[in-house]
């Protein structure tokens, strides 16, 4: 059975020897993915015999977990651990995190709210985490308490299976929203994680968790248009209706209602309703879709059955 760890790396040369040589007393081989570094993060790595996939130039993390799994499935990897390279990490977990693949499960997340609730990390990001977490859950309809960990095992099933098309940092999510529709098993270890290194990322932590939430709004659009198109509905039409009680209000006290709330009301009633009628025709189109490849899926095993 052949184990690998693998680490995207981008200008990582201050502690991506401490992850490699914490890794490799628990995996057969460790897998670097220099995405595009411009200091001696490459050197380092094949100094101490990591496998090392270089990028021309820096593509972002989706790029380098995408290139991850590719040499995982050259390589005919049976499991392999996904660890960060900016020392974030105690190899030590990676055990814990190894050991409920045995068990069956496709996709092992080290989570940082299990045991000690993320008390460690700072208030603002914990708060944006939670935030993302409740959005990834409900478009994937999964329960997780750590979408963004970057510390997972994968089973082989899941290492042929996950496709990752973003470059970004909304790979995290992008992964959990396959978890359902693959019928991959999820399970959840605590870690631990440090909080007091510098330069631990490219992207400050407003610009990381923005991209992951337009990335999961443009899924929910998708997936669940009926909600996505819910909220800007109520709100047209609150208003709408809110401008309509004032212009009620002068109206049934004998005078005669301004013609601008009167319009605006219109229009605002008129939006919502047109953001209504949209999400419930492509959530009649999405379900259809879906009903025409279930029909067609059991055609298949129906004709299977016969042969």
């Not at 990490?89 to 499960?105: A, M, Q, R, S, V």
Request: charged residues 20%.
């Amino acid at each position: 059975m052949l184990t690998i760890a693998a680490t995207p790396a981008y200008n990582e040369e201050r502690t991506i020897a401490n992850i490699i040589s914490g890794s490799q007393g628990y995996v057969d081989t460790v897998v670097v993915i220099d995405d595009g570094s411009t200091d001696s993060t490459t050197d380092i790595a094949r100094g101490l015999n990591a496998y090392v996939t270089r990028h021309s130039k820096n593509l972002g993390y989706g790029a380098a977990l995408r290139s991850c799994f590719m040499e995982a499935r050259k390589m005919g990897a049976d499991r392999m651990i996904i660890i960060d390279s900016d020392g974030q990490h105690d190899c030590k977990d990676i055990p814990k995190l190894l050991e409920p693949l045995n068990d069956g499960y496709d996709l092992v997340i080290g989570s940082r709210f299990i045991i000690r609730g993320g008390d460690d990390i700072p208030f603002y990001r914990k708060a944006g985490m939670k935030v993302l977490d409740t959005l990834t859950n409900f478009i994937g309809e999964t329960k997780v308490s750590d979408s963004q960990s970057g510390f997972r095992a994968y089973s082989r099933r899941a290492i042929e299976t996950l496709e990752i098309s973003g470059n970004g940092m909304s790979a995290g999510s992008e992964i959990l929203l396959q978890i359902n529709e693959n019928d991959l098993k999820v399970k959840e270890v605590d870690i631990s994680c440090k909080y007091d290194l510098e330069d631990t990322s490219t992207q400050d932590p407003i610009t990381h968790a923005l991209g992951i939430l337009i990335y999961l709004l443009r899924e929910l659009k998708l997936r669940k248009p009926v909600y996505y198109f819910s909220i800007p509905c109520i709100v047209f039409a609150g208003a709408g209706i809110g401008v309509g009680q004032e212009s009620l209000r002068i109206l049934w006290q004998g005078g005669n209602p301004n013609i601008v709330p009167t319009a605006l009301m219109t229009v605002l009633i008129f939006a919502g309703a047109v953001m209504g009628i949209t999400g419930l025709s492509k959530h009649s189109v999405l379900m259809a879709a879906k009903s025409d490849t279930g029909k067609n899926l059991n055609g298949a095993k129906m004709d299977i059955f016969e042969t």
